[in-house]
């Protein structure tokens, strides 16, 4: 209930139930990030799971995200850069916010 609540409501905030269809990326594929991507998916948004490495980018498809990007491959990166209209962040631990920066659309939202 904690995960599903925690991703809802930023989804919710930021425009993801009105109906119109965004483009949204997880950053951070552990069980926040994995239920984000179902949500997200449930409301009928184009989503983008973004790891480190790609050991997790079957399991991120599996839950329903349509592309994968690994955060450690600049030329995966550069094939994201400008499509998504909201990102929501679930790592913890300290990060560099600004390689995330570039995937945003302009008047793109990281939560």
């Known amino acids: 209930m ?3 609540i925690t991703l809802y409501d930023p989804i919710r905030h930021w425009g993801g139930t ?3 269809k965004m483009n949204i990326g997880i950053i951070g594929i552990g ?3 994995t239920m984000g991507i179902k949500i997200a ?3 009928g948004h184009n989503v983008t799971a973004i790891s480190r490495g790609t050991a997790k980018e079957t399991m991120s498809k599996e839950k329903g ?3 994968y990007l690994d955060s450690k491959d600049p030329e995966s990166m ?5 499509s998504l209209d909201l990102i929501l ?3 913890s631990a300290e ?3 600004s390689i995330y920066l570039p995937l945003l659309k302009s008047q793109g939202t990281l939560v």
């Open 31 to 33: 069980g926040l990030g």
């Open 65 to 67: 995200a349509s592309t």
């Open 95 to 97: 990060h560099q916010l």
């Open 18 to 20: 009105t109906g119109k």
């Open 89 to 91: 962040n679930t790592i």
């Open 41 to 43: 998916v449930a409301l």
């Open 78 to 82: 550069k094939k994201g850069a400008a």
């Open 2 to 4: 904690c995960a599903g």
